[in-house]
């Protein structure tokens, strides 16, 4: 069977694909393969790599000790307690290493597209050209001291905005020039805990980064000038997993996570404008895999809601939650209040959902790879490229067992035991 | 154990937002119960305060100012608040009666902004801040370029931060980090010397009498909040 995709993104005319380690574009037009990319790059190279450095390190420091006029006992003694360490190979039972791409993200003008990587903690920045026999041209591969797992883009789209697992907020210029090394790139801003999401949005000529985190914070900083703060948009309960300024005014931003609500917010001055609790639309939904871990469930635990992603059209927000078999779909109105307009069964559970034209996109968790979503009137249609990328799909796998884990944003939410 | 670990999710209580703290518990002398209001804020933040000692030798300093000390250790936190409900019962009829100061268990690094508005603090205290020795956890130092933007929200311009430490490559990554922090300016040694809270925070904290005792060096910083650039 086919490993589902994993992340996808798309412009009115081409779907990017990722699945494991491999990234693909499709025409939508016709569902043709014009682009594709491999991250061959093993974590576990980067171990030997690291391993040789230190190994060359403590070689040399042998060198610099017996070339020294030490006398001979210390010399023998400081010998003795230079230990050459083993190079560490996971034993069995070892939580497996996932080599993943992970958050796809377009410049605007789409002529740039970047992912991130879990092998060697980097972003990869692609120029797109759909003249070449693969559109897919990598001109920068920027190492990171931690995971990246958020990015976006500003200045213009010449600029990456990239948030990492640890809180700390980086920017890299969108261009063919080397990478810097990754010991001297200085955070523009931070949190304490991990960074989920990270959007640049711009007010009256002026540019800010909004960036949310697992502590249940979204924290409005200036930019260029980072070292002011804003505000903070505080209301959440829980960690915040997906933030997007709907498409008709960029001074609204719509959030979800780990809350049972989704909300409205007027970021420019820190006005919470409305929120919408989900649970009684998705109610029927849940199952039994949405109760919490076995060794943190009680007597009164109730089934958890997590949203995984919030795309917009105009006035249309569109919800995807996490291992559900719907979508949901909302209208921000006149006076900034949520409407549901339709809860929308879909066939197979969904991995991640995106928006080209008048069309939703989803990563089916199922053979059929692609759900094809219509917005008017708001249906699942059936398309036929969807089965010609399937066959595409590079990754046969022999049974679910095989999957890399498709539903662990929920595991952001905070189980403390002490 | 003398270390905590500030990225753990620790069981910790913190307001949504600073307008929902209930400081009426901690300040009881200062909650208007007519109003369910607070006379006034807290305005002095003793970060990681350790014992409480400082506590107590700025609450006679600034009768009419609120303190607060952030603690994250639950059981020294534990230990100041029942030090101080001591010292309010044994001296409720007295001038100095110690209402105005408080602790709460928590992570400042964290959920600082949940608790202060902006340019709610004029002083914020690091007295012998856990030194986080290994390069690896350095991002775990209560003073980083990051965290200042923070601080710096909640401090008014104008407001001191006050630093101080018995480990000299600590104090100098402090220096360092608010040197290269745009929104402040360091504080010079004459500024210090007729500074009341500096000698205070030399020899009142417990940690500052232990270094004292063994003849160690501390090393003092102060840096003013800077006012916030057109942009």
Redesign the interface.
């Known amino acids: 069977m086919k490993h589902p995709f994993q992340n996808i993104e798309a412009t009115s005319t081409h779907l990017f694909a990722t699945v494991k380690n491999s990234l693909q574009v499709f025409s939508l037009n016709d569902g043709i393969l014009v682009g594709e990319w491999l991250d061959t790059v093993d974590s576990q190279q980067n171990l030997v790599k690291q391993h040789q450095a230190k190994f060359e390190q403590l070689q040399k420091q042998e060198d610099i000790k017996s070339s020294s006029e030490e006398p001979e006992t210390k010399r023998a003694e400081s010998n003795s307690k230079t230990k050459i360490p083993k190079f560490p190979t996971p034993g069995p039972g070892a939580p497996p290493i996932y080599n993943y791409i992970r958050c796809l993200e377009l410049t605007s003008d789409e002529k740039y597209l970047i992912g991130t990587t879990d092998s060697d903690k980097s972003i990869i920045i692609f120029e797109l050209d759909f003249n070449s026999a693969n559109c897919l041209k990598l001109v920068k591969r920027q190492v990171f001291p931690k995971r990246p797992c958020s990015i976006s883009v500003a200045d213009n789209n010449t600029t990456a905005v990239v948030g990492d697992k ?3 907020v980086y920017k890299i210029p969108i261009d063919c020039e080397p990478p810097i090394d990754e010991k001297l790139l ?2 523009i ?5 991990m960074l989920t999401d990270v959007l640049v949005g711009e007010n009256e000529g ?1 540019q800010y980064i909004l960036t949310s985190d697992r ?3 979204i ?1 409005v ?2 930019y260029p ?5 804003k ?2 948009l ?2 959440h ?1 829980e960690f915040i997993s997906s933030m997007i300024f709907p498409s008709f005014d960029k001074t609204l931003l719509v959030t979800g996570g780990g809350d049972d609500s989704i909300y409205l917010w007027d970021w420019i001055h820190n006005k919470a404008l409305a929120s919408f609790n989900l649970r009684s639309l998705v109610e029927a939904y849940l199952n039994e895999s949405h109760y919490p871990p076995e060794r943190f469930r009680t007597e009164t635990s109730v089934k958890e809601i997590c949203v995984v992603k919030i795309v917009s059209s105009g006035r249309k927000i569109f919800v995807l939650l996490e291992n559900v078999t719907c979508v949901l779909y909302f209208t921000i109105n006149e006076d900034l209040t949520f409407s549901i307009d339709k809860v929308l069964d879909v066939p197979h559970p969904l991995v991640d959902l995106t928006i080209s034209e008048n069309q939703l996109i989803g990563a089916s968790d199922s053979e059929n790879i692609l759900t094809f979503i219509n917005i008017d009137p708001f249906e699942v249609v059936h398309n036929e490229i969807s089965s010609k990328i399937a066959v595409l799909n590079p990754c046969d796998v022999s049974s679910r067992d095989d999957f890399y884990p498709l539903y662990a944003m929920n595991n952001l939410r ?3 035991e ?1 | 154990r003398a270390h905590s670990n ?2 753990s ?3 910790l209580d913190y307001p ?2 600073p307008e929902s703290m209930d400081w009426g518990k901690f300040y009881p002398a200062y909650h208007d119960k007519e109003t369910n209001q607070m006379t006034q804020d807290v305005e002095i933040a003793d970060i990681g305060c350790g014992y409480g000692g400082l506590l107590l030798g700025l609450t006679k300093e600034f009768p009419d100012k609120l303190l607060l000390g952030m603690e994250i250790r639950v059981q020294v936190s534990q230990y100041v608040e029942d030090r101080i409900i001591a010292l309010r019962e044994k001296h409720k009829k007295q001038k100095v009666n110690y209402q105005n100061i408080a602790v709460i268990r928590g ?1 400042a ?3 600082l ?2 608790f202060f508005k ?1 340019g709610q603090l004029s002083k914020m205290f690091f007295c012998f801040p856990d030194p986080h020795f290994k390069q690896r956890k350095h ?1 775990a130092r209560i003073i ?7 601080y ?2 909640a401090l008014r311009e104008g407001g001191i931060i006050y630093t101080i430490t018995d480990v000299e490559d600590l104090h100098k990554w402090m220096v360092e980090h608010l040197e290269d ?3 402040f300016e360091r504080l010079d040694k004459e500024w210090e010397a007729q500074d009341k809270c500096v000698e205070i925070m030399y020899n009142a904290t417990e940690e500052g009498q232990k270094v004292a005792r063994n003849k160690g060096s501390k090393w003092v910083a102060c840096y003013k909040r800077l006012p ?2 057109t ?1």
Not at chain 1, 225 to 229: D, E, R, Y
Not at chain 2, 144 to 150: F, P, W
């Open positions: 640890f809180g700390d200085k955070p801003l931070g949190h304490v805990s002026r502590d249940e914070h924290k900083s200036h000038q980072t070292f002011v703060v505000h903070w505080f209301g309960d905070k189980r403390s002490h | 500030p990225f999710d620790h069981r949504k937002y992570n690094m964290k959920f902004p949940n902006k991002k980083t370029n990051t965290l200042l933007s923070e710096a929200y922090h745009p929104l916030t650039p942009i």
